[in-house]
Every structure is written in structure tokens, then in C-alpha cells.
């Protein structure tokens, strides 16, 4: 059964850092593409990150280019995103998806694979 859950969110001041984790299982995670996708209340889903099978290559929204980087770790089965410099825009629900291939996203139907997300809120 694959699975993909995602921890770490929470509130944060504007500013502040928080690190989104991953946690893949039921496939070859080492094999597929890992991505970060994000829903502001109210708007479409908005495509974040992504980074390759073996983690050497990162591509980033130029809304977060800068701020945000993203890891994985395919010994743990787990994918990362730190995010620095955190603005009220930031504020989104954070999902973690999975391809076997490069998906320019952000639907959904684009991935193979999804998680239930978690909720980042960024205010004072």
C-alpha cells in the first residue's frame, strides 16, 4: 500500500523556519521523483519543489527560489523541505507527491502517487 505522510507543519511568525517532512512507503522511493506541492486557502494548487531519484538535481517556483530547499533521503525513505524566510503568503496547506517520471503537476491526477498534507500558517 503506498503511503505518503507529511509532518511538520504548525504556526510560525513571519520570518521564522520551519522543515517539512515526508515519510514515503509501499514503493521504490530511490526510483521516483518527489515533489512538494501547495494549496493557499481559497486558490488552486500551486507547484513548490522537486528534486530527482537520487536527490542531485532541485527545481523551485520562483516564489519560493531562495527561501526554500528541498532534500531527500532515500536510506530513510524520506523527503524534506526547509523553509527559510517564511511570508504570510507561504501559508498553505503542503502536500507531498510522488512520480515515477518528471511531472510539471500540479493536479493531483499528475502524480502517482499523494499525501493528505499538512498545514503551514504564517502570521504575528
Known amino acids: 500500500q503506498v503511503q505518503l505522510v507529511e509532518s511538520g507543519g504548525g504556526l510560525v511568525q513571519p520570518g521564522g523556519s520551519l522543515r517539512l517532512s515526508c515519510a514515503a512507503s509501499?514503493?521504490?522511493?530511490?526510483?521516483?521523483?518527489m515533489y512538494w506541492v501547495r494549496q493557499a486557502p481559497g486558490k488552486g494548487l500551486e507547484w513548490v519543489s522537486a528534486i530527482n531519484t537520487g536527490g542531485g538535481s532541485t527545481y523551485y517556483a520562483d516564489s519560493v527560489k531562495g527561501r526554500f530547499t528541498v532534500s531527500r533521503d532515500n536510506a530513510k525513505n524520506t523527503v524534506y523541505l526547509q523553509m527559510n524566510d517564511l511570508k504570510p503568503e507561504d501559508t498553505a496547506v503542503y502536500y507531498c507527491?510522488?512520480?515515477?517520471?518528471?511531472?510539471?503537476?500540479?493536479?493531483?491526477?499528475?502524480?502517482?502517487?499523494w499525501g493528505q498534507g499538512t498545514q503551514v500558517t504564517v502570521s504575528s
Open positions: 507527491a510522488a512520480s515515477k517520471y518528471w511531472s510539471p503537476g500540479p493536479q493531483r491526477k499528475d502524480f502517482d502517487s
Open positions: 509501499g514503493f521504490t522511493f530511490s526510483s521516483y521523483w
